[in-house]
């Protein structure tokens, strides 16, 4: 049995049919070829899947992709044009906020809505933000100065 | 040694890496992110208890459920495919990709399921009915010496795997006779304290985020094997994969694309991989698995688990007269590639940085009915540098003296180098009082002692933590792994438009190696880095390899590509002397530009030298057209990096909970390539190693065998807010056994950080009368301590 829904991802307008138990994350990945947003777990701890619903973030393997009927969603593929770079792209890259690159995506989205709800975090209120977020590889030091002078360039 | 690296404008510096644009906008290329035309998908079903025999299976309900090509289980997988390898040259029992009759701990695989999709194979895997006759699960290693309740393996008595004494330690490696004990116990007789204390090196989940995966593809028109591997060594990957298919080398290509983090665990070619490339082969089509966390958890290899019992000799005034350590080494229900090697690491790490004079070890190895540990970061470093650290430090208690006194009274000292321990392992080099000094004086150690008496005259529980480690790394030389052999490969090759491609057999999963190799081929050839590309993790471009691991990347790797530069680098200049009328030895490389030395510029043009080597007009005698070159490299000895570090901690006295205040760290590991990427390094290890002090702890039920702790909800990783920002310096004390001059820092962090917190954990609860404390740090424990009780 499938289910209709239309979603928009990365400003694009899919009419799709999905088993109602497909997670939105196996709809990116599988069904859209966008295989930027990963998945590192199966119990909603690690982000690596997060993504923006509607400018919020989302934990995509915590979502079924019908519930994201009518929903406008921002994967990693989204977040800056070709040949170009989001502002926490550019400071992931100059910090060394990465090194598997792994957790990456998920990081850089929920860094994006972090600096929404606060524009000008303190290294705290940084490494708070991130609590959803795990990286095996940085130590985390590296992702908060990323975020922090991304904070820095926006003002 | 002739060849020496160019001091350069690039190599040593903080250059941005070239391989992250690609990964921050989502265009990485992992295994999972892989699609084969016709592709199928495997799911396998697992043993949900630890201990059994099989009884039956049944697979009609899967095998009829729309989908699903293929089922089989570890009986029919065992006709097609032999039991899997192991590297180390102790006896060890059979152990199959997929168990045909027995299971031995919990998510051991029985039976795999294909089908044309992964949601089809995940259900048909779990509609299989396994029925399996229940025999009692022993997981302390302790317990399962005595041979009772469970016997795992029929032909290893009292589950004693590998019984073994390391060369040097007084015991004949061979009869495990011990040879001669005077010099051990007079030093003992003559000691005035002896510290004697058991510590556990917990069980760990190595947690790479990116879970394991593979696709294979067997092609039947020209029978070839490709596989796709979330592996740290595709060459490794290749010799394992050809040898159990019963294939040549020359037909299975590996290729390691993009990988997410490894830490030693994606060394394990594992039982996933060989059933994967069994099927395709079976049905000519590609088939794709990929591991999801909870099989992570319990069917990845899992690192440490290896208790000590310590005894140490001193002097009143410190001086370290003799350490004696009885390990006993959990290794899980069997052996993987290294996991009896792992162990024995531990026992070449007895010395640390302190002339002792005489040293005694030896090393139990026990299976128990859990997963199989074998190298995770550090691998036998982190446990035998944590057993001396936490002695010392409880010395120190003993004698009432400063930890980092007490240390530099026993310290190695410079002028002793090339230094051989009583273990027989011969160290580089070191100069470990600067690196304590240094590390003194950026934490303002003094400073930090009177504010922790201040702060415990206020009733609160700091307490200030010291360590010093060294490791071995940069493996080889080959006689260290002699299945697979540990020197490493390199090729240059310049182009006929003056671009470089080179290629190298170690192989990144997070390191970096696109940017520091080519940083140094850049100041080698004296290019910009945009005309060097850098290719690894593909057999099928990479002539040989060993892989990355043991930190080897940078010395051996590294020295690899050097070596195959210089080569290159020679025959250029035989093509451009006849251009400038001068001799080969007589021209050097600068500014794009290959002249006379110190007048690079009035020379010819780098890619015009390029340019006629590949059209030589006339050729020059006696060379080859053509520029491409390659090197094998092995290192004659080990390097020893080493550091200090230091922590302070506050216990909250109402909850028990520990705070990592401040983390200072001095390191050394030779002369360093690009300043970015090791901190990045040290950074990531000294989080895994707080996560072992701190938060993590694989737990198996002792009833039922079960693994307790098989989610991110239950074994907590380090997040951000559990880490303070780490303050950190180092010092350089090249090594002479590479001509880079480098060491290794790939799990420096990980083996120095772990005894520096326990240690200020300790010192915390002094006043309580604590003396040691077994890891993980979880609140509960210290707050029964707090309370008087046991731990
Ligand atoms: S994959 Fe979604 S939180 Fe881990
Ligand atoms: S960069 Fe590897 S997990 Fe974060």
Redesign the pocket.
């Given at each position: 049995m499938s289910v209709p829904i239309s979603v928009t991802v990365n400003g694009r307008l899919h009419e799709l049919e999905v088993e109602p138990r497909m997670l939105l994350?196996h709809l990116l990945r599988e069904e859209l070829n966008l295989t930027g947003t990963?998945?590192?777990?199966?119990?909603?701890?690690?982000?690596?899947?997060?993504v923006l619903m509607d400018g919020d973030s989302a934990?995509?393997?915590?979502v079924f992709a019908v519930q994201a009927d009518g929903a406008s969603v921002t994967t990693i593929e989204g977040l800056s044009a070709e040949g170009g770079m989001h502002p926490l792209q550019q400071a992931f890259w100059d910090e060394h906020g990465l090194q598997c690159g792994y957790c990456t995506p998920?990081m850089i989205m929920s860094g994006v809505d972090l600096l929404d709800r606060h524009p000008d975090p303190s290294e705290q209120e940084i490494r708070r933000g991130l609590d959803?977020n795990l990286c095996r590889c940085t130590g985390y030091e590296h992702i908060v100065n990323a975020i922090r002078d991304a904070a820095g360039g926006a003002k | 040694m002739t060849m020496q690296a160019t001091p350069g404008r690039l190599v040593g510096q903080r250059v941005r890496r070239r391989e992250d644009p690609r990964l921050v906008k989502g265009r990485g290329n992992y295994v999972d992110d892989m699609k084969l035309p016709g592709m199928l998908h495997l799911a396998f079903t697992r043993s949900d208890v630890a201990h059994g025999i099989i009884r039956s299976i049944d697979t009609s309900a899967a095998q009829a459920m729309p989908g699903v090509e293929l089922v089989l289980t570890g009986a029919q997988l065992a006709e097609m495919i032999p039991p899997m390898p192991v590297a180390t040259p102790f006896p060890a029992p059979d152990h199959h990709s997929v168990t045909p009759d027995r299971v031995r701990y919990v998510g051991e695989p029985v039976a795999v399921v294909v089908a044309t999709d992964r949601y089809l194979a995940a259900d048909a895997a779990d509609a299989i009915v396994v029925d399996i006759e229940e025999l009692p699960a022993v997981v302390d290693p302790e317990r399962a010496m005595s041979g009772d309740p469970a016997v795992i393996h029929d032909a290893f008595e009292n589950n004693l795997a590998v019984p073994l004494a390391p060369a040097g330690t007084g015991v004949n490696p061979a009869t495990l006779e011990v040879e001669d004990e005077s010099a051990l116990n007079e030093a003992f007789e003559q000691a005035d304290v002896v510290i004697s204390q058991r510590i556990l090196s917990q069980r760990l989940v190595p947690n790479a985020m990116e879970p394991r995966g593979v696709i294979a593809r067997f092609e039947p028109g020209n029978d070839e094997l490709t596989v796709w591997s979330t592996t740290q060594n595709p060459h490794i990957a290749r010799t394992l994969l050809a040898a159990i298919l019963g294939m040549g080398q020359h037909q299975v290509r590996v290729i390691a694309p993009d990988v997410g983090g490894g830490f030693g665990s994606k060394i394990n070619v594992y039982g996933e991989d060989f059933v994967a490339a069994a099927i395709s082969r079976r049905l000519g089509l590609p088939v794709k698995w990929i591991e999801d966390?909870s099989e992570a958890f319990m069917t990845t290899i899992h690192g440490r688990d290896v208790l000590c019992y310590l005894d140490l000799a001193a002097t009143g005034e410190g001086k370290i007269l003799a350490v004696k350590m009885r390990l006993i080494a959990d290794i899980g229900a069997y052996e993987m590639v290294l996991t009896a090697a792992i162990p024995t690491l531990v026992a070449f790490m007895i010395s640390g940085v302190y002339d002792i004079g005489v040293v005694r070890c030896d090393l139990t190895e026990v299976f128990t009915n859990k997963m199989p540990t074998d190298a995770y970061r550090g691998a036998g470093r982190p446990e035998g540098i944590y057993f001396l650290e936490r002695g010392i430090d409880m010395l120190a208690a003993r004698l009432e003296m400063d930890p980092a006194e007490l240390r530099r009274r026993n310290f190695i000292q410079p002028e002793q180098f090339p230094y051989t321990t009583a273990g027989g392992m011969v160290y580089d080099s070191g100069e470990y009082e600067r690196a304590l000094d240094t590390a003194l004086a950026n934490a303002g150690w003094e400073q930090m002692k009177a504010d922790r008496d201040a702060a415990r005259a206020e009733g609160r529980l700091v307490g200030l933590g010291l360590s010093f480690y060294t490791e071995i790394c940069g493996f080889g030389p080959s006689a260290a792994m002699p299945s697979v052999g540990l020197w490493e490969h390199a090729s240059v090759s310049v182009e006929r438009d003056g671009k470089v491609r080179a290629t190298t057999g170690v192989s990144a999963h997070g390191q970096g190696h696109e940017t520091t190799f080519a940083q140094m081929l850049a100041d080698e050839f004296s290019i910009p880095m945009d005309d060097i590309t850098i290719v690894h993790g593909d057999t099928g471009q990479v002539r040989g390899g060993t892989g990355t691991f043991g930190s080897r990347s940078q010395v051996v790797g590294g020295t690899a590509l050097l070596l195959a530069a210089s080569k290159v680098q020679d025959k250029m200049r035989r093509f451009a002397a006849p251009m400038l009328e001068l001799q080969p030895a007589d021209l050097s490389f600068s500014g794009g530009m290959i002249g006379p030395s110190g007048r690079e510029e009035t020379g010819v043009a780098f890619a015009d030298v390029a340019a006629f080597a590949y059209v030589p007009i006339p050729l020059p005698p006696d060379t080859e057209p053509g520029l491409s070159e390659e090197a094998f490299w092995e290192p004659e000895g080990f390097t020893w990096p080493f550091g200090c570090y230091i922590s302070q901690v506050e216990i909250d006295r109402d909850t028990g909970e520990l705070e990592l205040q401040r983390f200072v760290g001095v390191d050394d590991c030779g002369n360093v390539v690009n300043p970015l990427i090791v901190a990045g390094q040290i950074h990531g290890g000294i989080a895994q190693g707080v996560g072992q002090a701190m938060t993590e702890e694989a737990v198996y039920d002792e009833e039922s065998g079960q693994l307790v702790t098989a989610s991110?909800m239950d074994y907590a990783i380090p997040r951000a807010r559990d880490l303070p920002r780490f303050e950190l310096d180092h010092t350089v004390t090249p090594s002479p056994l590479n001509p880079l001059g480098v060491k290794g820092i790939g799990e420096a962090g990980t083996i120095g950080s772990t005894p520096s917190i326990v240690n200020a954990a300790v010192d915390a609860l002094s006043g309580f009368g604590v003396e040691h404390i077994d890891m993980m740090l979880r609140p509960e424990k210290l707050w029964r301590l707090i309370q008087g009780g046991d731990a």
């Open positions: 994350v990963h998945v590192g777990c199966d119990t909603s701890q690690c982000g690596a899947c997060t934990k995509s393997c915590t998920g959803g | 966390r991110f």
